[in-house]
């Protein structure tokens, strides 16, 4: 297939930096204010374009750690929305910011993209950083660890920062 | 005008790559599920700022054509958002992925900006890429082939990849 | 702290140009469409999930003066969305473009990124630019100015474009 010439010096596989996190989902469900991470803010059944919850919309503000237990300390937050966007499959789009604040990193690190949900890792761009993030691009790559339903999501993200060097 | 410094080097009428698609939206009206492509998710009417759906939001899974025919062979699929931002005409603003899984293309595109609908053309940032899109930027215009009341809407999208040499 | 290699060469403290904005927002209360700039288009109150209006979702397209004075000339224009995104404060998350129609500049610049509203001063990221804002990226620095209740907001946008020589 064809590729960017740029392709052959910025090596995806080759990061110049990464940092692999796990981000913990818990919807709220209307009685689960102390837990709930995510809330839906429009159609929460999807809007009748097909049987995938086409249109559904969800605000996020959800944990990240370093390990898949929901359990172990937060080391960031993840602060953004999606919607589901297909009518034969559950698929969405995603827009948001991982928020450091530690004595580790203290920045950010903005993402967008396709979370294609049927396949088993699956690539979104990082556009751009601030603080210790400073002008980051890459690449953020989505692998699905746990659903419970609708009400717990926790999804492996693999950040890997592609430097123009 | 002032420009940015970079803007010599890089130059957006002479890119090293380009894409030229047909967007094609059939909006989704309660009895065309299997032909509608989009579908509202907020203020179907807009939300009383003005006569230009002010706030109307549409959530997209739109086919990309090579050429400005609706019976074309898709070779790609345009996910993602846009709501309309101004009282006194139609104005959008999109952010979405343009999504390729052919023999030709494999990865996606991620585009967001202001589409001013009045203009002849217009212009949204290329703000990064997968695959075979790896780290792409540069600018997507606009330009808008047919208009079908609110039903069908079809958009040349010139993607313009400006890479960094 | 760890930063990314590139931090060192890129310096947010030396932009190689730079924009300074302020933006006022006012928000439609059913009766103002004259002055109204922005309208909310999801979950007016919040949805439940904490008392810092987690998920409510707004639409805008403000105005942008080079002082601090709504009653000061509009330069530019700011079109975007926000929403509310956090239980236990005040918090959002902004992507929008920068419309510059006029004899100093004509073209956009697209800003994303988390809005920590406690903060006195927050980071976005500049991910992209047209016309003669082409390729542009660097760091949006709000800081508030001014809050009055619900209805009027004032923003002032430090944009810090940080070319890569």
Redesign the interface.
Known sequence: ???????KT?N?RKP??RIVLYYHEIM?K?DN?AN?TA?????PDG????NFK??K?V???DTLTTDNSLLSPPVARA???Y?????TTY?A?F???L?FNS??????I?I???D?MDEDTR?????????????????ATFRTEEVEGADYFQVQMDVK?????
Request: contains cysteine.
């Open positions: 297939s064809s590729s960017l010439a740029h392709k910025l995806p110049c930096k709220f209307g204010v709930a809330a839906t803010i429009a159609n809007n009748g374009l097909g086409f249109g919309t605000v996020f503000d602060q953004g929305f919607f589901y966007d297909m009518k698929n789009w827009a948001f910011s928020v004595t580790q990193y203290k920045g950010t903005n967008m993209g396709a294609m690539d979104l761009s990082v556009v751009g950083g601030t603080g210790d993030f400073f002008m980051a691009r890459g690449i920062f592609c430097c123009p060097t």
